[in-house]
């Protein structure tokens, strides 16, 4: 069969039995790789079952699934990961956003539904996924603060994509608190938390396209943690709260002491994993 001549099924279903060499997600990744290479989603993939993908798309489609199966996460190729209730913009710039962190989202928006414009802080924003969907439920004046200038520039493309109107975010570049100044009704954070020997385990194949400095913790994985709970009670407004997210068993590293703040929860995951933890100004 000449190139232009394959249907979409045809491809979906070659391309999976390659990726299954490299993914354990290969279907979902040959649909949504082809759907971009259309220019279509999952939903009108479906449609254009029976149909030739034509040339122009099929070649994009190789070249995808060429970087694919050289372990480029399927989010890199297509600019695009889907977040509590927006599809965020990514490249190798940032994390890609995971689908734990919004147990902090789900949390935020509790937290903060009776009050009007709170001000929030999201540090160690990458993305912006986490501040920018706590803003998507709550509407509050958002802060987001990150060491990278390259991640606050991902930042900034996805609140200019997400709330082209507004006028209420800032972005910050700054490690942890040093440049931050003023007090928030919450803090939120999703810091580096892998160990050193979680680095050399962990990050392998698509980890190592993301950013080193978005999973380094320190020897321990909870050094960075560990300084922004040190801090982070100056500044929050009294009764404020402060949600970070846990690296595995991080609960055990959490010391029940740190100045001007307690331990209010432990917010767990659907599978009973300690996913993070919520501290309030006292
Ligand atoms: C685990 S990623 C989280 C990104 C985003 N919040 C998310 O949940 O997808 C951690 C982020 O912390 C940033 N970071 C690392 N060290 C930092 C520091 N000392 N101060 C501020 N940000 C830091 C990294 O640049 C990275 O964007």
Partial sequence: MSI?????????????????????????DAEILLAKALGTNRFGLFTKYNEEAGEKAEKL????????????????????????????FVDQRVLIPRPESEF??????????????????????GSGCIGLSIKRATACRLTLAD?????????????ARLFPASTDISFIQSDLFGNISGKFDLITANPPYLSERDMENFVVKE??????????????????????LKSVHKFLKTGGHFITELGFEGTNFIDKNYDGIELSEI????????????FKKI
């Fill in 61 to 88: 489609f190789a070249s995808f699934l060429a970087r694919r199966m050289n372990f480029e996460p399927v989010a890199y190729i297509t600019n695009e990961k889907e977040f509590f209730e927006d599809t965020f």
């Fill in 207 to 228: 980890l190592k396209f993301e950013p080193e400095n978005a999973f380094f913790g320190g020897k321990t994985g909870f050094e960075i943690t560990e300084k922004i």
């Fill in 104 to 125: 902090i989202v789900e949390k935020a928006a509790n937290l903060l539904k009776n009050s009007e414009k709170a001000e929030v802080l999201d540090i160690c924003c």
């Fill in 4 to 28: 232009s001549e394959l249907k979409v099924g045809h491809l979906i279903d070659e391309a999976e039995k390659k990726l299954k060499e490299i993914s354990e997600t290969p279907r979902l």
């Fill in 267 to 278: 917010i767990k995951d659907y599978s009973g994993i300690d996913r993070a933890a919520m």
């Fill in 147 to 159: 060491i990278s200038v390259n991640a606050l520039e991902v930042a900034k493309i996805n609140a």
